[in-house]
Structures are given as C-alpha cells and as structure tokens.
C-alpha cells in the first residue's frame, strides 16, 4: 500500500528553557490508504498530533526525524508551502460545528471558500463543488441548506457542512479530530456512516482522534493508543482484545458490554511508569 | 425582519423606553433652566426696568404659575419646536445652534476619522502581536490617551506645532486674513472653499482644522484601539479561526476575511460611541482652539446663565446620546446574522 | 448556631482573611507587585504626601505675587518658573494637590455608597422601584460627564464646592448600575435563599451577604472613575466653572497660564503634567485592583 505520511520521533513542546513542557514525545507512525485511530484522554497529546502535522501551533516548537507527507518534508516546509498543503492535499475536521463554522458567513459560502482558496478565480464553480458536496454528504435542499447561517442549522447538519468543506478540495489526507463527540448520539452513526463511504469511494487516508475506545475500534484499520503524549502500543484495530500494554488492557477492561458479566467493571490505572520514554513503538 | 406580534411588542417596548428617557431628560433641562442663578426677567427687562414692566414681563414668560403648569408650557414649545430666544444675542436658539453646528461637526467627523482610520488597525495589530513589544506601546499609548487632559494636550499641541515648529495654523477655522472669504454654502469650510474653487482658503482651512482634530482624534484613538484590541483577541480564540486555518488561508485572510468580519457590527457601535464622545471633547477644544462650534456657544451659554440656551444645548446633547445608541442597537440588530 | 456556614464564597486569593486591614494588605502587597500599578501607587503616594506636608514641601506661599518677577522660566529659585503675577508655579502646584485631593476623596465619599445602595436596593426589590431607579440612571447616563457636569455647574453657579457635586452626581450612575448588575446576579444564588429560609430580613441580606460581594468590582470601577473624575475636575476648572482664582487648581491654573503659553510654556506644562500622572495613576490602580479583586475577568479583559 502506498505510503502517504511517515512520521518518526515527532516531538511537540511548548515554552522553553526549566519550564518547558512536552505534550507529545517521539510518536512515529505510517498512513497509508487506509483509517489509523488515535486514542487517549484528555492531555494525551492526540489532538496536538494533529494540528503539529499541520503546523497549526503557533506557540509551540514542533521537532521530527521526520514528518513526511507524499515526498514533502513537513518539518522544512515554508509557510507558503504549507498554505498549498493545507485544505487541498491535508484536511482536518474540527470537533464542535457550533464553534468551527463562521457565524456570520453562510454556511455553502464557507464551502465554497475551501475549494477557491486553492482554485483562484473560480467562484461559480466553487458554488458548483459546494451544493455538489452538500449533496455528497446527504443533506436535502442544498440549493437552501447553502444559504443558512451555522446557528440555523443542528449539530448533526453541522458536521456534515464540515465534512463539506473539508472535503471539497480532494485533499488526500484527513485528520479527524473528535469528530463525533460533539453530536447526539443518535446522529453520530449517521455522520460517521457519511464519512466512511466518503473517505471509501475516494481513497482517502484518514486519521481518526478519539477518545471513545469502541468507536475506533469498530472504525479504524489500525489503532495507536497514546498516554501522556506518547504511544504505549499500536496494533491492528481486530486485535485489540489480545493487546499487550497494561493501559490498554485497562482500557478494554472499562468497556462495559451487553451479555458480558456482571462483576464491576475494573477502574482504569495510571501508572507514573508509563510516563517514562518508552523505546520506539513503531506502527 | 419579518412583523410579528412579538417582534411589535418588543419594538413597542423600547419606543416607551426611549420616550420616557426623554421625558426624564425634557425634566432634567427644565430643572437646570429654572436652577440657574440668573433671573430670566430682568435679563429682558434691564437692571432699570420699574416694577410694573417688570411684573408684565413676569407674566408673560409665565413665572406666576405653578410649576407643573410651567413645565406644560416648555414641553409644548420644545414639541412645536421653540426653544426660546438667547438672552445673550437676541436670535432664536435654535438658529444660533444651526450657524455653529457645521463647525463642530466638521471638526468631529474629521476626528473620528483619524481616530478610527488609525485606531481600528492599530487594535487589530496589537491583538496580532499580542504580548509582544508592539502590543506593549499600544497598550501605554492607548492608556496615555485614555488619562491626558483633552484640552492640555491641545496646548501643548499648538505650543509644539504652531508656535516653535510652525506646521500648522494657530486659533479659529482660519487666519484672519481669509476670514469671511468663502460664502457659507454648507457651513463646513472645506466644502465651501472647494466649491467656490478658492483653494488657498481650503488649504488654510485645512491646516488650522488638522491640529485640533488631531487631538481630538487622538482621545477617541485610546478608546477606539482598546475595545478593537479586545474584540479581536475574543475571536483569535476561537475554532473559526482554526478551520479558516486549516483550509490553507493565509494568516492575513484570515484575521481580515474572518475575524474582522465578526467583529465589523461591534466596531461600528464603538466608532458611533466615539463620536459622541467627542462632543464632550469638542467642548474644551474648542475653547483652546477658540474654534467657534457648539462647544463653545455651550461654554459660552453656560457662563453668562443664558437660559433658554444652556437648555436647549443640554437638551440637544441628550438626545443626540440617546439617537446614537438607539442607532448602535439598530445597527447590530440590523447586521448580526445570529440577532435575526 | 448552625451547621451550615453562611460565608459568601471570596475569590480564592482572599478566601480565609477576616479583618479589612487584613483585606487591604493584601491588596496593596499585589499591586505592588506589578510595575505598573505600582507606579500607580507611587504617584498617589506623593500626592498624598505633597497635600498634607505641603507648607513643608513648598518653597513659598501660592498666593504671594512678585510683579518683579513676572513670567520667568524654570530655574533654581523657581523650580516650574513663575506666573503672570510673579506667584511660584511649583507652590501652586504643591498646594493644587491638597484641592485634588479634596476633589477624589469628596467625590469618592459620596458616589460610592449612594451609588451601591441604590444598585443593591434597585436590584434586590425589583418592580416598580427598579424600573423608575434605572430610567433616571439611564438619563444620567445618556448624557457625556462633563457636558451634565457643566450643566449642573451653570445651574448651581460656578465654585470648587458645586463642581464638587456636579461631578458626584454624573459619577454615581456606572456604580449604581454595576451593583445593580451584580445584585441580580446574587439574587438568585442559593445562600440568598438559605439566608431567606433562615428568616433574615431584606437589610441583613443586603448588607450582609450582597455588598460584600458587590464590592471588588464596585472598588475597581470606583477607582477607574477617579481617573475621570480628575480629568472633569480639570476640565471645569478650566473652563472657568469649577475652583475660582486665586485657589492654585491645575484646571484653572492652566486657564490662566492659556494666554501667555506660546511664550511661557511653563505655566501650562506642569499643571497638565501633574493633572495627567494622576489620572494615568488611578487607571494604573484601576487596572491593577481589577486582575487582583477579579481575576475571572482576566479572560474577558485582555
């Protein structure tokens, strides 16, 4: 399969000198075509991971052996470059649409900017692609849906505007950052059910961030599990039940399941050992 | 905006609002105009008047009757429009205010323009650079601004500027020399002299409105940059911003394209603020510039107990308030996709 | 008495202290601590210092004319130079603080606790008695300072004690409204409740439990309208309305020094000077009081 991002040693850390703190070390992984999970709680480094492989992080110094996307070496990449990546070639989808969309711009005009920012001077057919993706994603009455302001529109159709819009540009990589987290829960299958036959039919790689352990599981190829910003363990999504790290197994453990047995369920650990630098976890 | 019941109701609502704030203010001005230490009869009549023609005119202006009756009467004129003669010059006041209205506004538009031509940028700057050297001399200047006397500042303006450097012209809307010069068309030199096509009273014009509406300019240019600097970092926080980001917009497009234009209604409240604001200013520049604008007829007023004009400029200040934060409300109602 | 402690919870940093001077200790430590309000703090120090000593500190009587010695520079004798009657500009400063002075604390005295009652009271009772509160706050408040301030003046006639209460009365409107902001606010929270259950009476819950709370923000404001009440002051004094010559007010002594100031700079440098450090001092404690009183509101302030 081929090799879209390679990234080895990945290290993010904010401030400097006896203050400075890392929230993510030495994390390596592949991306192929294919969907690769990273899951953690809050503070593990997962959704830093992210925004670092899109130099989003004003604030921090993001440091690599390497962070390669397609033949680019992220890490050297100048602004300019990186301008051309973002959107068209690597997408994110933010997590709250009630926060991630423009209050004051319509929501196909948002859409639409995605696709013109990388095609300069075509407005009509940046329109076009817009209802085109409103459409992809199953929304009824785009040629309405465009004119509407995110506070119009539900959490669920939100979303999908988002999915839109980050997908308009046929980028090759996507980071999904929470994307479900935000929705009710009746609405999180339908969404996730829209982005899986996306990211199908085009090929995408998606990296999926979570902290919801089952969702990954059930959706992901392969899955990296982080803990205090570095990966513990990685492993194909079908074996996780046979994992091998004790965070892991920990986190299984806490998964309640309907038929299973009724003993209390195990309280996850924490170990202050699993804080140290481990040798290369390599995926 | 579509008329609903509810919609009526709330615009109904606010309409009694405003009407009883004027009321409250129409009470206010005829409690100062009575308050004042100066007797409104014998200022008509003369220090030698005798006591019968005193009493005539005592009747007329309808000092006997009771208070409430008074007052009656002075809602009556205000509504029909008359708002008395000036003791001081003998001209209906609300003549008096129209001839001296064009040079104070002249004077408060340009002002504002600096203020927020300059002062907008300069927030949005220091919200990009935020914590960093720039943002820091924003921050003192702003906060220089914001604690100088208005009317030291002008002297100490027309000392630098006109005495030793000589950039600029001294007092008044222009040198004597051209004093009279321009027929009065609008009112505001600038456009009269350019129609009239005399430009070297429109450059004289110019160089002796350029300092006090600097100065001017330069109090509103505190508030203006402080609240624009604030406005901006609330959004520099939000998720918007990331995802502007993330579909490979510039840093530039995104803080003008986006950004900006969240903030755009709450500026536009804030420069309408400034201006009246600046009427409060214009009131000691125009004493320092001896600028003959509503400010000074105000002082002026003020200072000689003319009473039927300090309550009509008091009255005019009021309602000029009260039009422009009605017009701020509107505004953000009429432009905030989320208040519709 | 009973189980349940009826303290109102202080921000963290206060949690615990008992006694004002306690309260005030530590305030003070905190903005000594920050350059800039304790460059504030300085500035009102010496002004302090400058009106209570000032026969000490002054190097001749304000009021004492010297014809001879009539618009001269600064120089050793006269350290801010002399005025158009020969007076020593830098005497008339020192004794324009004790004015000053008057001015902040008067106003201070007056605003503050007209202003939180009738805040608490609109807020608190509600109906009626709000809504007339508020609409005569909203009439005070549509109006600029100085412009209502001169208002007041003219209607009163000029004078340093009438511009006194002019300035009060367009000051206490911002504090009524923010006690009032708070109040409702508090109205509703649970200890209120618990203290209504208990049987307290409306004064009691009032002064007990609602002041205190209302007053951090209250001081903060109170200290940033000091600032403008300085700059008012000023103002009227030098539009001829507020203090009347010979009293060395910096407003009016800039009035004055207007006439000769292409000439002799001096005359209104200083005045302006002092007039400017003092309201930039109240905005420096102003801002200061605020992050150590208030520190949720670090995030709206910037």
Redesign the interface.
Known sequence: METLMDVRNLSVTYGRGAGAMQAVRNVSFTLGRERLGIVGESGSGKSTIG?AL?K?LPTATITADRMDFMGTDLIRAS?RRM??????RI??I???PK???????RVGDQIA??YA??HRGARREAREKALEMLEAVQIRDPERVYRL?P?EISGGMGQRV?IA??LV?EPEVIIADEPTSALDVTVRMKVLGILDALVRERGIGLIMISHDLNLVRNFCDRVLIMYAGQVVEALPAGELAHARHDYTRGLIAAQPHIGGDRAPLAVLRREESWKRPLAEVQA | MRLTSAGLLAFARQAGTILVTLLGLLVLTFAIGRLMPVDPVRAIVGEEADPATYQQVYEELGMDRPVYVQFARYLGDTLRGDFGTSLRTGQPVAEDIAAVMPATIELATFAILLGAGLGIPLGVWAAVRKNQPTDHVVRVVTLLGHSMPIFWTGMIGLIVFYAWLGWVGGGGRVSDFYDGMVDPVTGFLLIDSAIAGDWDVFWDALNHLILPASILGLASLAYITRMTRSFMLDQLNQEYITTARVKGLSFGRTIWGHAFANIRVQLVTIVALAYGGLLEGAVLIETVFSWPGFGQYMTNNMLTGDMNAVMTCVLLVGVIFIALNLLSDLLYKVFDPRTR | MTAVAMHPPLPSRLAGLRSAADYLGTIVRHLAGNASSLFGLVVISVLIVLAVFAPLIATQDPYLQNLQDVLQPPSWAHFFGTDEVGRDVFSRIVYGSRITLTIIALVAVIVGPIGLAVGTLAGYFGGWFDTVLMRITDIFLSFPSLILSLAFVAALGAGLENAIVAIALTSWPPIARLARAETLTLRGTDYVAAAKLQGASSARIIWKQIVPMCMPSVLVRLTLSMATVILTAAGLGFLGLGAQPPLPEWGAMIAIGRRYMLESWWLVAFPGGAILAVSLAFNLIGDGLRDALDPKQRRGRH
């Not at chain 1, 301008?83 to 068209?88: N, Q, S």
């Open positions: 925004r899109l989003l602004e301008l051309d990546i973002r959107g068209a997408s994110m933010l997590q709250d926060f991630s969309l423009n209050p004051v711009q900017e995605a920012v990388h302001y506070h988002m819009m980050m540009p």
